[in-house]
Every structure is written in structure tokens, then in C-alpha cells.
């Protein structure tokens, strides 16, 4: 029997149909291991991102699973979510990056390893939603200290712009990542936000669709590890204690009162009683 074309439009309509599943069930996997990664790192604290350094974050990326595409001299690329803080300070839905370049420092014989970046400014984030960037040369990238009480994330010695991650046999590790480069996966983002989605719509919650639940989870992990980390700085920096205005007060003396700076006459001796013989 001849096809007719109601029955070709509606075998179009399937795929198409077939496709955009396809499609979301790839990019919500990509958020679902972004969150896993994120989760792990921070779910013990000697090897957390330091509590100072998340919750001053600019901007974030998880890229899980980055592959080792050769050997000691081969590449690496990656997929992963990026997230900006908003002007309230709350974190942006993610956008959908690459991550691709030489290989960076990871050990010989290790062909999979979970990234992290975190962003100190909005410079190298700008770049990025721009066009690519490339770590190193566009802004200084660091090996980030681990430990939520690290010494380097409190005192002022903090001048990379983006510190990174790396976990590779369950151990993460700050790793130098110079001449690795990100870029916007515009294909993913139409894919989970609809055609046309730029990465500015999407930090501002403009897209033209609204995206899946396993995404948002992404923002969601970042808003409890953020929280997390303000808690605990606020209870290692407790503020001073509230003066109480009808509290009693001592006024300490003026220095020219005499009381304080006239000696006391020396004393003469008491007159002692005649004894009668």
C-alpha cells in the first residue's frame, strides 16, 4: 500500500518525537553525573572545596567524566554544566560546556577523570558565553586547595582567577589545567531549553522552555553546598555578641581627677596615752 502522506507526516512526527527523548535523555545524564560530582566532592571534608572559595564563586563547572584520548602526549574532552551567580547571589540554571585540549597532568594510565572549576570572576565567564576560552591564557588557572578549612582560601594570597579540581581513582586533587579550552555546546542547550536558547537567556531565566527537574537538580546542589559553606564559616567567625543599650556602663575616671593623681598626705603618728606611774 502506497503511502499516503497523512501517514509519512505522522511517521515524521514519531521520529522527530523519538529524537527530542533521545535528546533530553542525554542531557538530563549529563546533569544527573554533574551532580553526582559535585555531591562526591563535597561529601567529605578533607578533600572539599574549601567553604570560602564556594560561596564567593562567581561561577562554577563539573565536567564528569573527561576522557584521555591518547597517551602521555594525547587530548581530552569532556562534557559538562556551567553556573553563574545572579545578581541576588543565587545560582544560575546551567548551561551545557565542552571541555577539550592537551592532556593536563593527570596520571599515566588514567582514562577517565571528573573536573571542577571554579570561577573568582565574572571576566573568564563573559569570555566563555562569548566564544571559547582557554584556561591559562584568557585568565589564570591554579591547582585549588582542598580541605574546607584550607589555609590558602582564607588569607590573601588567593590571585588565580579560576582554581581547579580533578578527581581520578576516587582522589581528588587540584590540577593545572593550562591550554585546556571551554566552549558552549549550543546543541545541548536547544536540546534542553529549546532552539534558540542562548547562555545569557538561560542565566536569566529567559529560554524558551522550561527545563527538566534532573537539571534544575544541578542549581538545587549548588544552592545546599553554598549554604552549607556560609554555615560553616558563620560558626567558625561567630559575629560579636549585640551591645544591650540599657546595659550599665563603667565610666572610667578623668585623668586630672585628683583622686587619682594627688598622693595621699603621709600620716603622722597617733599620740600615744601618758602611763601614770
Do not use: C
Not at 92 to 118: E, H, M, R, T
Amino acid at each position: 500500500m502506497p503511502a499516503t502522506p497523512r501517514r509519512l507526516s505522522l511517521a515524521l512526527a514519531i521520529l522527530i518525537a523519538a529524537g527530542s527523548v533521545a535528546a533530553g535523555t542525554r542531557e538530563d545524564a549529563r546533569a544527573d553525573n554533574a551532580v553526582r560530582v559535585l555531591q562526591q566532592i563535597q561529601a567529605i571534608p578533607e578533600s572539599s572545596i574549601p567553604d570560602r572559595l564556594l560561596e564567593e564563586a562567581k561561577g562554577i563547572v563539573v565536567v564528569p567524566d573527561t576522557l584521555k584520548a591518547g597517551f602521555m602526549l594525547g587530548g581530552r574532552r569532556g562534557l559538562g554544566l556551567m553556573s553563574v551567580k545572579t545578581a541576588n547571589g543565587s545560582w544560575s540554571n546551567p548551561v551545557y560546556i565542552k571541555l577539550s585540549g592537551a592532556s593536563f597532568g593527570l596520571q599515566a594510565g588514567v582514562q577517565s577523570a571528573d573536573v571542577i572549576l571554579v570561577f573568582r570572576s565574572e571576566r573568564g565567564l563573559d569570555t566563555i558565553v562569548n566564544g571559547k576560552f582557554t584556561l591559562g591564557a584568557d585568565a589564570g588557572v591554579a591547582a585549588g586547595p582542598v580541605g574546607r578549612n584550607a589555609a590558602a582560601a582564607t588569607d590573601g594570597a588567593m590571585k588565580a582567577e579560576i582554581w581547579s579540581w580533578s578527581r581520578a581513582r576516587g582522589l581528588f586533587a587540584g590540577i593545572a589545567l593550562d591550554g585546556a579550552v571551554l566552549s558552549i555546546d549550543n546543541g545541548a542547550n536547544g536540546s534542553a531549553y529549546g532552539a534558540g536558547s542562548t547562555p545569557r537567556m538561560i542565566f536569566e531565566g529567559r529560554a524558551p522552555q522550561q527545563p527538566s527537574a534532573t537539571i534544575t537538580h544541578f542549581r538545587d546542589a549548588l544552592e545546599e553546598a553554598t549554604a552549607a559553606a556560609r554555615y560553616a564559616r558563620q560558626r567558625a567567625n561567630p559575629p560579636p555578641p549585640p551591645v544591650d543599650p540599657n546595659a550599665a556602663t563603667v565610666q572610667p575616671l578623668d585623668s586630672h581627677n585628683p583622686a587619682t593623681t594627688t598622693p595621699l598626705p603621709a600620716t603622722q603618728p597617733l599620740p600615744q596615752p601618758a602611763v601614770k606611774p
